[in-house]
Every structure is written in structure tokens, then in C-alpha cells.
């Protein structure tokens, strides 16, 4: 039977997720737990936290705050100071190769190297969404009417990826050849980089806000309906033509975040009522994790192992599930 530690929070749980071993969690109102062999909590920001991202290599906590600033932080609570934006909202940020952090406010985006560069890369349209390629360093840029690809090294013109309407959150597949955008109305968009190739995946009943890409990539796992929505990405067309699977439907509530395990073709399922659900693909049996709570589950991530799972709430409820006693 899985159990669960909880944990104490102050506020509404930004982005739950593994430091390695250690279990992290970032708060909107600015507070940063690291929880392992004990626990350590600390706030880098002066006020409120917007975003959090675990760095590439698993070392630190990326977040970022309506401060202005970017901070990592250790799991021993240590705290530096990256870079800043004094007077911006820093509410988007990604982790990219070698300690590059990609971060962005209004119509503007920045990358900041390892070796502490900056460089910057203007848009005519507010940003909606960062994520780096899983390999190499290049930058996609979600914003209204499509998305951009930089080559973070170069100063070459973007590659232009257009679609009609406001793109938010976006995501490359793991192996790179596709790149995927939740948008502003209830519906995804993608494209398939080798040719540009759009692809519509629609019927949502609300806005999607999170994806999980299952193992080697074979599904995107997201929320937005009353039951987990798996697009296939394998075969030559990605999710075009095929339909997607339909895990963990429930009729009196909405998923509202998944998380893909890292060996095994499961996804852990969040609900609007704070229950968490496992669900596996071939057969779509299911294993209760934990009961409703108080709140939405806004965030979940499993550790490298895929025998314990992290969550958090929308109403600061968070824990540990262990899959294992």
C-alpha cells in the first residue's frame, strides 16, 4: 500500500519535484522547503514566488519572483542570486545544458549562461511560454500567433512557427522532433520540426496546464478533461489520425495535473479534488494514491527511481507518496 508523509506549507504550491534524492517544493507566497534526511526552508525572494524549475542537472531549485529576481537554490537551503530584472515580473523560466537559465517578462526573453552571459531575444508579441531543447542549446518561445526556436550561440534570424491565437506553456518531445504549445483557448497545438507540419489536439473541456512525456516519449500525458489525455506521438505522424487514450475518467471532477513515471508506462493523475491517482496505459487499472484534499493538485513529479511521488496543492496541502515501505 503507498503511504504518505505529509508536509506543512504556506500557501499555494508552485512546483513540487526531486533535487536528486531530495524532495523540493515552491510556494507563491515565497517559501522554499527541501525535504531529505531532514528539512531545510528558506524564502530567496522578497516577496512572492512566480515560477520554480528544477535546474538540468538536479543541484538546485530555479525560482523566480514579482522581484525581479532569479535565484537557485541548494537543498541546504543556500541561496545565489543569477540575475535580475529590477521592477519585472519574472513569471516564466526554464532550465536549460550546462547551468543556462532561459526567463522572460512582456515581449522579452533572456538566457543566462553557466558562465554568467546574457543574451536577449525580442518579440513583438508578449512571451507565453520557454522550454529548451533536450539537446543543444536552443530556446523555444511560445507567444501569440505561434513560436519561435532560437539558436542560443548564433545570431541568426528564428525559425517562425505560426499558428492563429495566444500560445502559453510549451514543451519539446524528448527526442526533439516535436514541439507542443497549450494555448489560451482549450486545445494544444504542435508541430512536427523535420517539415513544420501543424497538428490540432482539441475537445477539452478547460485550459490545459500540464503535461508529463511518457517514457522515451511515446505519449503526452495531459489535463484539462475528466480523465487523463495520453496523444500518441509515435509513428511518422505524431498524434494525427490517432487517438489518444483516456485514463483515470472520473465524472465529478477534472484532472488537473499528470505526471508520467520515469521506467514504467504510468501516469500519476491529479484531480480538482486533491485525489492522485495511478494509472497504467495498457489496461488503465488504477491504484489510489491519495483521497480528496482540500484543494486542486497543482504540481506532482516523481523521483529517478519512479518508487516515490511528490505533490502539492492549490490550498498548500503538499506530501511525500512512497510507493514502497
Not at 35 to 43: F, L, V, W
Not at 223 to 234: E, Y
Not at 316 to 321: H, K, L, P, R, T
Amino acid at each position: 500500500m503507498p503511504t504518505i508523509a505529509p508536509l506543512e506549507l504556506d500557501g499555494f504550491v508552485v512546483r513540487a519535484g526531486f533535487l536528486k534524492d531530495c524532495a523540493s517544493f515552491a510556494t507563491g507566497e515565497g517559501e522554499v522547503l527541501f525535504s531529505a534526511a531532514g528539512e531545510h526552508r528558506c524564502r530567496p525572494h522578497k516577496a512572492g514566488l512566480l515560477a520554480a524549475e528544477i535546474s538540468r542537472d538536479g543541484s538546485g531549485l530555479i525560482t523566480s519572483g514579482d522581484d525581479g529576481c532569479i535565484h537557485v537554490t541548494s537543498p541546504d537551503g543556500s541561496s545565489a542570486l543569477v540575475a535580475e530584472r529590477p521592477r519585472k515580473w519574472i513569471d516564466l523560466i526554464a532550465a536549460g545544458p550546462s547551468g543556462a537559465v532561459a526567463f522572460a517578462s512582456g515581449r522579452t526573453a533572456w538566457i543566462r549562461f553557466g558562465d554568467g552571459r546574457e543574451k536577449e531575444f525580442a518579440h513583438e508579441r508578449a512571451v507565453g511560454g520557454l522550454a529548451f531543447a533536450p539537446k543543444g542549446m536552443r530556446l523555444a518561445v511560445s507567444r501569440y500567433d505561434g513560436a519561435n526556436l532560437w539558436w542560443a550561440n548564433t545570431d541568426g534570424a528564428p525559425v517562425e512557427l505560426s499558428w492563429k491565437g495566444a500560445h502559453l506553456g510549451t514543451s519539446f518531445s524528448p527526442d526533439g522532433k516535436y514541439l507542443v504549445t497549450a494555448m489560451q483557448e482549450n486545445a494544444l497545438h504542435g508541430w512536427r520540426l523535420s517539415d513544420t507540419q501543424d497538428m490540432r489536439m482539441t475537445g477539452y473541456p478547460a485550459k490545459v496546464k500540464s503535461f508529463s512525456w511518457s517514457l522515451k516519449g511515446r505519449y503526452l500525458a495531459t489535463s484539462g478533461a475528466n480523465a487523463a489525455i495520453l496523444w500518441p506521438f509515435f509513428g511518422k505522424t505524431g498524434p494525427m489520425g490517432q487517438t489518444p487514450l483516456q485514463l483515470g475518467t472520473r465524472g465529478d471532477a477534472l484532472v488537473t495535473a499528470v505526471a508520467c513515471h520515469p521506467k514504467e508506462e504510468v501516469v500519476a493523475i491529479g484531480y480538482q479534488d486533491g485525489m492522485i491517482m495511478m494509472s497504467r496505459f495498457t489496461d488503465n487499472a488504477e491504484v489510489l494514491l491519495r483521497r480528496p484534499g482540500k484543494g486542486p493538485v497543482s504540481s506532482m513529479d516523481w523521483d529517478a527511481d519512479g518508487t516515490r511521488l511528490v505533490f502539492g496543492t492549490e490550498t498548500a496541502e503538499a506530501g511525500i507518496v512512497s510507493l514502497q515501505d
